[in-house]
């Protein structure tokens, strides 16, 4: 599962979270082949518990994935691992998929929050899977093929609008363009943009940006006989 971690401020809550607390902690810095992160392990119920945090801190918004269950030996040990903090923790309050977890550490008390993230439907995360392999995108970029789609799309849109009001006035009914285009592919939408543009283009003829200059009658003669004589010499 994937959560975020943030720094809150202090509260009056962490004199509760101190009076109850619910076992040791602590937090380390590591590296493994997916690079730094730290560990943030929680004693419960046994074992160790908690998150692996991709940040340098417990930054606001940090990512974290849910840790398996662990032996409680790393609350001891370090391994090739750097110990940033240990201590005891508490919780101000819990409840499903988030929470103010309290860590009275050795340099203070931090209020953390933390909030499970929720997950694409597994129909989705396949789809853009299959989109990938089908195009031959490399994994990495999905994201930002995302994202460029997305703005390729609304900007297509927004032109589209634009268009439509200065085409038909008060005759265009953007709501009911809103819906439908809502249900429409970016190909789709830009299907209904060329309309728009080949009827603008009619309206608007645009103008050439280069000119063939005029001549006179009596420059166009001096041309033609200079043209003549080259042709003659030759």
């Known amino acids: 599962m994937y959560w975020t971690l943030k720094v809150l401020p202090p509260g009056e809550e962490e004199t509760k979270a101190a009076a109850d607390p619910c076992g ?20 419960q119920d046994g074992c160790c ?3 692996r945090i991709d940040g340098a801190g417990l930054e606001e918004g940090a990512p974290a ?17 750097e110990r940033l903090d240990q ?3 508490g919780w101000e309050y819990r409840r499903d998929g988030e929470g103010v977890l ?18 694409l439907p597994l129909s989705a995360v396949r789809a853009v899977h299959d989109a990938v392999i089908e195009l031959g995108v490399e994994p990495g970029a999905a994201a930002q093929l995302l994202r460029d789609g997305h703005l390729a799309r609304r900007r297509a849109v927004a032109r589209f ?11 265009f009914d953007e709501a009911l363009w809103r819906r439908t285009l809502r249900e429409c592919s970016l190909e789709e939408v830009e299907s209904h943009l060329r309309g728009y543009e080949i009827r603008f283009d009619e309206k608007n003829p645009p103008v050439p940006v280069s000119r063939p200059e005029a001549l006179d009658e009596e420059d166009a003669s001096g041309d033609a006989s200079r043209a003549m004589a080259i042709l003659a010499v030759e």
Do not use: I, M
Not at 25 to 37: N, P
Not at 65 to 81: S, Y
Not at 161 to 171: H, I, P, Q, S, T
């Open 102 to 119: 309290v860590l009275h550490g050795r340099d203070g008390t931090r209020r953390v929050a933390v909030s499970r993230v929720k997950l």
């Open 24 to 43: 040791r902690f602590v937090l380390q810095r590591h590296r493994d082949r997916e690079g730094a992160h730290l560990d943030l392990r929680l004693e």
């Open 87 to 89: 201590g005891r923790y």
């Open 161 to 171: 609008y634009g268009l439509g009001r200065e085409l038909d006035g008060r005759a």
């Open 65 to 81: 994935t849910e840790k398996g269950p662990h032996p409680l030996r790393w609350l001891e040990q370090d391994g090739n691992a």
């Open 49 to 51: 518990c908690g998150w």
